[in-house]
């Protein structure tokens, strides 16, 4: 058997962190067995389509790199790829329905469901659509919405790949709506449909599915269908682990998170941690490592925390992992407006420096503008400092004039200018702390810095000369 997975997002809006990772196992689990990875756009619920949502998942899906074997833009043997084009095989799968007296036409009107509900809640029971089938229902005509009809009620069990060994009562099956009175078909019956047509092997999905199982296999029963195999993931939950991660929790779409400097690396990374591991104290995954060693049976059955600051640590890890030349490329959006105009080895000398303290790539300008542009001295990072704020001026003014003067006589290369700052440790007789961070912020201005010989050495020493200067003048 042919390993066949699908994502099938909707077009309501952009893709967030828990629609990815619904990507991104199934994704996993297909290359990894040498299968095929299917995108279909569920687009049935015109009342929630939003204009170019569609474009917005395929560029998101396109930047983390989970590229689809078939599906929108690449196409396949089994489309079309897009709901609303494929009525002609929901009509046909649901003619067979009707012809087994499997499906009826539902006369009621809203109004009408209402008593029905009203008289189940005086009756303090259940609403079950099927306590009102109709007696004669009306021939079908597209004109009013297209009701399953149970066949048998029963118990049904079923083994789910993540969640285990699983069942549900009679009370948990009910008549629904495969088609809707506008002619398009429901997500209940148009997903059964749809992965039966694309020989669909395994249904990735999140865990609010579950209760509707017992619905959707009396389905696959009805239609003669083969289940498929199940995986159901737990939820992302918020920071406090409380409650399913939303939008009040400060969940963010995946295309914010680039945008603010993440790598699509360390973002799969990050979304394949949450829920799953290799059972090694490994962390840092890259995409090819991921699908190596996914395996259903290690997600886990409970909700798995957002954690936004292990994303920003996992991100530095991968930022440290790209050579120099990718960075370069990665980062051309980044660049503070002064850099425009440097040329590609300055900068890239630059960015060599900083590589290792970016946390994410929009950390580039607070990192490297003073490399570029005069900074403005700012003494209230000096008197912010605990250690330096104890200070009084005229030992600062003394400290930065013995710096002045043993800088302006070193060599500055990187080993040169380490050995005059020791020296200066020891003619000083001020702790590493005190002097290094004052020399620091004197020549930057910047909340943090590369190690400081090597912030000089790529500044140079007549800028450095020249900022130290325009430090103590500034007293």
């Known amino acids: 058997m042919t390993t066949r997975t699908r994502f099938a997002p909707s077009p309501t809006g952009y893709i967030h962190v828990g ?20 995108l279909r756009i569920e687009d049935t619920d015109q009342a929630r389509f939003v204009e170019d949502a569609t474009d917005l998942i395929l560029d998101t899906l396109t930047w983390l790199g989970l590229t689809w074997d078939e599906g929108p833009r690449v196409g396949g043997s089994y489309g079309p790829y897009f709901q609303t084009e494929r009525k002609s095989s929901y009509q046909a799968w649901a003619q067979k329905l009707i012809d087994k007296g499997l499906a009826y036409a539902d006369p009621y009107t809203p109004e009408e469901v209402e008593a029905f509900r009203e008289q189940a809640k005086q009756e303090k029971r259940a609403f079950l659509y099927r306590d009102h089938r109709p007696e004669n229902p009306p021939v079908w005509d597209g004109s009013m919405p297209l009701r399953f009809k149970v066949p048998e009620i029963k118990r049904y069990e079923w083994h789910d790949e993540v969640m285990g060994d699983l069942s549900a009562g009679p009370e948990a099956l009910d008549d629904f709506i495969l088609i809707k009175s506008d002619g398009l078909p429901t997500y209940n019956f148009a997903h059964i449909v749809d992965d039966a047509d694309m020989q669909v092997t395994h249904v990735i999905r999140g865990l609010e599915y579950i209760p509707s ?16 195999i199940f995986a159901h993931l737990p939820h992302i939950l918020a920071a406090d682990g409380k409650k399913k991660l939303g939008k009040r929790d400060g969940a963010k779409s995946v295309t914010e998170y680039r945008d603010e400097g993440i790598l699509p690396e360390a973002m799969l990374n990050f979304l394949a941690s949450m829920g799953w591991n290799d059972g090694t104290e ?31 640590w996992l991100n530095g890890q991968h930022i440290r992992l790209l050579s120099l030349d990718d960075l370069y490329q990665r980062v051309t959006p980044f660049w503070p407006e002064s850099a425009r105009n440097a040329d590609e080895a300055a900068k890239k000398q630059v960015l060599a420096l900083v590589q290792d303290r970016l946390k994410t790539l929009a950390d580039l300008p607070v990192l490297t503008s003073y490399f570029f542009e005069e900074p403005a001295p700012d003494w209230q990072m000096i008197t912010s400092n605990k250690q ?7 030992e600062v003014a003394q400290l930065l004039e013995a710096a002045k003067a043993a800088l302006e006589a070193s060599a500055f290369d990187p080993e040169s200018l380490q050995e005059t700052l020791n020296g200066l440790l020891e003619t000083t007789g001020q702790k590493p702390g005190i002097l290094f961070s004052l020399i620091r912020l004197a020549v930057s201005w910047a909340p943090f810095s590369p190690a400081l010989n090597d912030t000089l050495a790529v500044l140079g020493k007549d800028t450095v000369v020249r900022r130290l200067s325009a430090a103590i003048a500034s007293r």
């Open 282 to 312: 490994q962390e840092v995954f890259t995409l090819q490592e991921l699908v190596e060693k996914f395996s259903l049976d290690r997600v886990q059955r409970s909700g798995a925390r957002f954690d936004e600051q292990r994303l920003l």
């Open 19 to 38: 629609n990815a990772r619904s990507a991104l196992f199934p994704y996993l689990l297909a290359k990894q067995q040498k299968g095929q990875f299917i």
């Open 213 to 228: 199982m017992p619905k959707y296999l009396s389905l696959y029963d009805a239609l003669e269908l083969p289940w498929p």
């Open 388 to 394: 330096l704020a104890k200070l009084e001026n005229q």
